[in-house]
C-alpha cells in the first residue's frame, strides 16, 4: 500500500472549516483513499473514503486531486469534538490491514 | 455503522500474569479480524491479523507465542498477553472487517493494559 504524509498537527477556529492536507504520491489506480480519526484513548472511528471522486457524507467532505497525489478531507464547520488525530490511509482493499502513519493532530479552538 | 465490542476496556494486572482480551462483532459477521497495539503518544502498530477458523499472521517482531490468537468464530477473536510485563503495558485496539464485504474497517473502543 502507498505511504501517505500529513502535517504533524494543525489548529482551527470552532465553527470554521478545517482542511486537513494529506500526500500520497505514489499510490496506484486501484487503492482507495481512507480517512479516519482517534478521539483520545478511543477506537479510530471511520470518517469517509474515495477512489477518485470526491466524496461527502454526513461528517465531512473529501476531495482527491485528479493526479490522484493528493487529497484534503474537509470538516466544514469545526467543534471542539472534532479535536483528535487524523489519520489518512491508502489501501487497494477495506479488508486488507490499514497502516497508520503519525497523523494529523487537530487541535479546534474556542 | 457496525459496532465492535472490546472487554475488558482496561485492566491493570501483575507481572507474570496472564490477560485475555475479547473482541466481538455485535452485528455482523467478521471474517478477518486485526489487532493493533498503541503506545502512548505513538501510532497504532498492526500486530496480527485474525482469520475465522485459522491462524492468525503476525507482522515481523511480534513474538506469536507471547501473544495468542484465537478467531473461532465469526464474531470473536480473543488476544491473550501471556506472562504479561510492565513493558507490555499499552493500549489495544481490535478492528473487524465484515463478510458481507463493507467498505470500511469498524474498530473497537480499545483495551488498556496496564502490568505492574
Known amino acids: 500500500d502507498a505511504k501517505t504524509t500529513q502535517p504533524t498537527s494543525m489548529d482551527c477556529a470552532e465553527g470554521r472549516a478545517a482542511n486537513l492536507p494529506c500526500n500520497h504520491s505514489t499510490i496506484s489506480g486501484n487503492e482507495y483513499v481512507y480517512w479516519y480519526r482517534q478521539i483520545h484513548s478511543q477506537g479510530p472511528q471511520y470518517i469517509i473514503h474515495?477512489?477518485?471522486n470526491n466524496e461527502t457524507n454526513e461528517m465531512a467532505s473529501l476531495i482527491i486531486t485528479e493526479d490522484r497525489k493528493s487529497s484534503t478531507l474537509i470538516l466544514p464547520h469545526a467543534t471542539l469534538r472534532d479535536t483528535a488525530v487524523y489519520y489518512c490511509i491508502v489501501v487497494w482493499n477495506a479488508g486488507n490491514m490499514l497502516t497508520f502513519g503519525g497523523g494529523t493532530r487537530l487541535m479546534v479552538k474556542p | 455503522g457496525a459496532v465492535v465490542s472490546q472487554h475488558p476496556s482496561w485492566v491493570i494486572c501483575k507481572s507474570g500474569t496472564s490477560v485475555k482480551i475479547e473482541c466481538r462483532s455485535l452485528?455482523?459477521?467478521?471474517?478477518?479480524m486485526f489487532w493493533y497495539r498503541q503506545f502512548p503518544k505513538q501510532s497504532l502498530m498492526l500486530m496480527a491479523t485474525s482469520n475465522e477458523g485459522s491462524k492468525a499472521t503476525y507482522e515481523q517482531g511480534v513474538e506469536k507465542d507471547k501473544f495468542l490468537i484465537n478467531h473461532a468464530s465469526l464474531t470473536l477473536s480473543t488476544l491473550t498477553v501471556t506472562s504479561a510485563h510492565p513493558e507490555d503495558s499499552s493500549f489495544y485496539i481490535c478492528s473487524a472487517w465484515g463478510v458481507m464485504g463493507e467498505n470500511e474497517q469498524f474498530f473497537g473502543p480499545g483495551t488498556r493494559l496496564t502490568v505492574l
Open positions: 452485528d455482523f459477521q467478521a471474517t478477518t
Open positions: 474515495g477512489l477518485k
